[in-house]
């Protein structure tokens, strides 16, 4: 087994950072925007994001949660996973610009997971997708509108985000 | 989950989690589109062999909401003289494909029968055996009382330290029997309240105290009542004299209804004898949780079926069976 | 000319090893190193030789419900379990209470030639309880009936049983009664008590079973007659019997083979093989029927032996019908209840199970002492072997027994009816005395 560490905690909010600011610049300011973590890892990413946007543009930004496990089409595939809980801010999506944030974007089932349950809460004006880590290997037409961190990797390697608020540290690794 | 049968097998971690569970399927009742597309593809029969509409109707909208296929069986005549056996009826409904077999049967342990006998593989949910048990009631009553007492804050709860009472016709009620054992597991307390020929002749190994008078056990200030459903059939098996009687004495009357300390709620697993164990200014009363269990029936069955349905089969015996 | 045997080294009620000659369907002559030019040899090495045993309750099903078992095919059961007379329940179909039908099934029996088949007469016209059958005519018939029983029933009206207990005594007669007050058990599944709390099973109190019992010693008494207990299954009864013995009540009672060994913890799990009438009850019911059987409370050891087909089984419990089949199961069942626990002797044995029924049955042909000039009917059984008691034990129609999969010890090895072989070496015969 060899991992090594590919982001460091200062690499992270570095990159956290970058992502709040391309938001605001491609979204033209803070209006109408609506930061939606996907559990587990996204959700203290998508406030960490929803916390800098509001610092950068000096405006309050809407965060939650939408839990994607009842929307995920390799379920009996798995042991039953217990979902998480869904919160969609006060005000809703519809009409909205909702900006979905995860850790590690790999296949893309999540993401399209996440547009299914979107779907069913509301009609957002638009859906972006931004994340931590894109380590390739799409199976499904889906792209990130912002990345932490491109990381090529081979389709057997294990890539770990770790983050204080679920894991205690920040990093992040790829091994095998 | 591979069978519920009965909440007397239920750990506290397995309770929890369906309660837990159904929490999230109660949220998605708040939104626009009510539906999720989980359980798609997959079919589920409703095999009753007593009439019921209430408790199908509840899992039939528990499916659909989880987007699975529902098949309504009535089957009239259990007995090998009367109908087709349950043996035939089950492998019948294997052949159709049913991934789950939600099945209400008027003898205490047919559910267990067909789970246990190789006839089906599919998952078995009880939906009420005979006197015997009646799980998703249990679970959606516990769910009631833990949403009333601990609100928004009630995911990953327990009942400890709450004082439930159950009144009725103890020894024919299988709502009863099931209550008894998950709210121990969850850590309340539990008391029986009925006439002597009500409780069953030895319930000494229950974890339970039993009381004959309601009076009695109201001074003591439960959290939550539960009033059973008392079936006016057992007066002519001399269980008790008159209707007036019963009513009188372990009726839930507008005096008792004030006794009850202020937050105290009060539930009822219906249909209500309204006037008999239950007034109808108690049944009306804001204590009342009668409507929000028929709700919370729907996200508890829909939890159930999710944990029995949508994650790998695995044979090995786990929690909840 | 009819076989002739010579059996080498049986061990006579568990005693010391001894030679046993049979020739034209007698016992010629016992004792050691003995020979018989031309007589079959039998290895009886370690073997206990019993009288041939005798079942006092017994259901062959036949006339009536032939699917479940036939005279034929119950006898070859009760030959496999080393009996060589049974005594048939009449609630058949038509209902064993006339003559009639009574010389049918002793004639049905002779037919089939694997063991004595002794009619038991219904007490009462269709085991209705509301009129007396016709006891005097069965008597005097050719299957000279003199057990009486509505089993399957009570006699639960006392006018009826007392004119019952008096009218038998003409012949010598005897009621045997099924106690259980119906009631006190009307839709009953299961012994009443914490298991059946938790179940949600309808109750069978014990004292359905006492308060019958108790009124009918006292009946029994106050007419001067006979009168005996089928199925005793509570300690409760137990201490009725005892107590009308004691007062000189001229009562007698069974008790089953799964009640010796079988409780009411086996119905958790709702398998309708232990569902039974009287039901399988506690530990405290069980320990006193054994201590019953030993002291002589209890006089007698009587299978009740219940085939049903597999559709009355394999269903959910309320729907299952009430019984086990017992007959080849039996020996080995009280070897483990009562023998190997040191309670009952193998001569203890051969009174319970072959003596003491034959003479309260009045059949004196049968649980005769294996002694010169006796009827050649006994059993040669082995105690050693411990194994699984499997679906191949069993010789009858049915097959719903307890005690599949369930580790027995003990080997029926052979049987002999009158001098004719029905077992041999383990293995029933397909027809008496036919070897392959």
């Not at chain 2, 729907?298 to 090995?316: D, K, P, Q």
């Not at chain 3, 958790?268 to 409370?297: I, S």
């Amino acid at each position: 087994m060899s991992t090594r560490t590919v982001l460091h905690e200062a690499d992270i909010a570095r990159a956290l950072t970058r992502i709040s600011h391309e938001i605001l610049e491609s979204n033209r300011g803070p209006a109408e925007l609506v930061i939606l973590g996907i559990p587990r890892r996204g959700v203290p990413l998508a406030a960490r994001i929803g916390a800098l946007l509001a610092d950068i543009s000096g405006v309050p930004v809407p965060v939650g949660a939408v839990d994607v496990t009842m929307y995920r089409d390799d379920l009996h595939r798995n042991p039953t996973r217990a979902p998480q809980p869904t919160e969609i801010p006060v005000g809703g999506i519809d009409g909205r610009t909702v900006v979905l944030v995860d850790d590690v974007l790999f296949s893309g089932r999540s993401i399209r997971a996440a547009l299914d349950a979107l779907q069913d809460i509301g009609r957002p004006a638009a859906v972006r997708l931004a994340t931590l880590i894109d380590r390739g290997h799409r199976e499904l037409p889906i792209r990130p509108d912002f990345v932490g961190k491109n990381l090529p990797s081979a389709r057997d390697e294990r890539v770990n985000v770790r983050l204080r608020e679920t894991d205690g540290i920040e990093e992040v690794t790829i091994g095998s | 989950m591979r069978h519920l049968l009965d909440t007397k097998g239920l750990t506290r971690t397995a309770a929890l989690r369906i309660l837990d569970v159904a929490e999230d399927m109660a949220a998605t009742q708040h939104r626009e589109v009510r539906k999720l597309p989980t359980l798609r593809g997959k079919t589920v029969v409703n095999l009753f062999f007593e009439d019921s509409t209430r408790t199908r109707i509840s899992f039939e909208a528990a499916a659909k909401r989880l987007s699975a296929d529902v098949i309504n069986f009535s089957a009239k005549g259990s007995s090998v003289s009367k109908g087709e056996s349950l043996q035939d009826t089950a492998q019948t409904l294997q052949a159709m494909g049913a991934d789950a077999v939600v099945i209400r049967h008027g003898a205490s342990g047919a559910p267990h029968t067909l789970a246990t006998s190789g006839w089906i593989s599919a998952g078995v949910v009880n939906a009420g055996d005979g006197t015997h048990a009646h799980p998703t009631q249990a679970l959606l009553d516990a769910f009631t009382v833990r949403k009333r007492f601990f609100g928004d804050d009630s995911r990953g709860h327990d009942l400890a330290g709450l004082r439930v009472t159950i009144v009725g016709d103890v020894l024919h009620s299988r709502v009863a029997r099931s209550n008894v054992w998950l709210l121990t597991t969850l850590g309340a307390e539990v008391t029986l309240v009925a006439p002597p020929t009500l409780v069953p002749q030895d319930v000494s190994a229950w974890p339970v105290r039993v009381l004959y008078d309601l009076d009695e056990a109201i001074a003591d200030g439960p959290d939550a009542l539960m009033m059973l459903r008392i079936q006016l059939e057992r007066m002519s098996a001399a269980y008790f004299p008159t209707e007036r009687e019963y009513s009188r004495t372990w009726g839930l009357d507008a005096a008792r209804l004030a006794a009850l300390p202020a937050d105290s709620i009060v539930l009822h697993p219906g249909p209500m004898n309204r006037g008999m164990e239950i007034s109808a200014a108690a049944a009306d009363s804001p204590r009342s949780t009668v409507l929000e269990q028929v709700a919370n029936g729907v996200s508890v069955r829909m939890a159930v079926l999710y944990l029995l349905l949508a994650g790998e089969r695995i044979e090995a015996e786990e929690d909840g069976r | 000319m009819s076989e002739s045997f010579l059996i080498r080294g049986a061990r006579p009620s568990g005693g010391a090893a001894t030679d046993i000659v049979i020739a034209d369907g007698r016992i010629v002559e016992t004792g050691t190193a003995l020979s018989a030019a031309g007589a079959t040899v039998v290895d009886a090495d370690g073997l206990i030789a019993l009288p041939g045993l005798v079942d006092l309750h017994t259901h062959l099903r036949e006339p009536g419900y032939e699917a479940s078992e036939t005279i034929l095919t119950g006898s070859r059961a009760a030959a496999a379990g080393g009996f060589t007379t049974v005594f048939a329940m009449p609630n058949t179909s038509p209902v064993a209470d006339t003559a009639g039908v009574v010389e049918q099934e002793l004639a049905l029996g002779e037919a089939a030639g694997f063991a004595h088949v002794q009619p038991i007469g219904a007490v009462t016209i269709g085991q209705n309880g509301e009129r007396l059958a016709e006891l005097g005519a069965m008597a005097s018939s050719r299957a000279r009936v003199r057990v009486f029983s509505d089993d399957g029933f009570c006699v639960f009206d006392p006018l009826i049983m007392r004119r019952a207990l008096e009218y038998v005594k003409s012949f010598d007669g005897v009621v045997a009664q099924h106690a259980q007050d119906p009631r006190l058990t009307e839709g009953a599944q299961m012994n009443e008590g914490t298991v059946s709390a938790e179940l949600g099973l309808a109750g069978w109190p014990a004292v359905a079973e006492e308060s019958i019992i108790a009124r009918d010693v006292l009946l029994a008494e106050h007419v001067g007659s006979r009168l005996h207990v089928c199925h005793l299954s509570t300690a409760g009864s137990v201490d009725i019997i005892r107590w009308a013995k004691k007062r000189g009540v001229d009562v007698t009672a069974e008790v089953t083979p799964h009640h010796l060994l079988l409780t009411e913890e086996l119905v958790r799990g709702y398998d309708a093989r232990f569902k039974v009438n009287p039901p399988l009850r506690r530990d405290e019911d069980v320990l006193a029927v054994r201590e019953g059987l030993a002291d002589g409370t209890i006089d007698i050891v009587a299978t009740d032996h219940a085939p049903h087909p597999a559709e009355a089984k394999s269903c959910e419990w309320a729907a299952a019908a009430n019984g086990m089949v017992g007959l080849e199961s039996a020996l080995r069942v009280v070897q483990q209840a009562v023998v190997d626990t040191g309670m009952l002797t193998w001569d203890d044995v051969a009174r319970v199970m072959s003596a003491a029924p034959a003479r309260i049955g009045r059949l004196s042909g049968a649980g005769t002492p294996l002694a010169a000039g006796r009827p050649a009917s006994l059993t040669l059984y082995d105690p050693r072997p411990v194994r699984r008691f499997t679906d191949a034990d069993l010789h009858g129609r049915s097959v719903n027994s307890p005690y599949l999969d369930r580790e027995l010890p003990g080997e029926v090895r052979w049987t002999f009816f009158g001098g004719v072989v029905t077992m041999a070496e383990g293995a029933v015969l397909s027809a008496p005395g036919v070897r392959a």
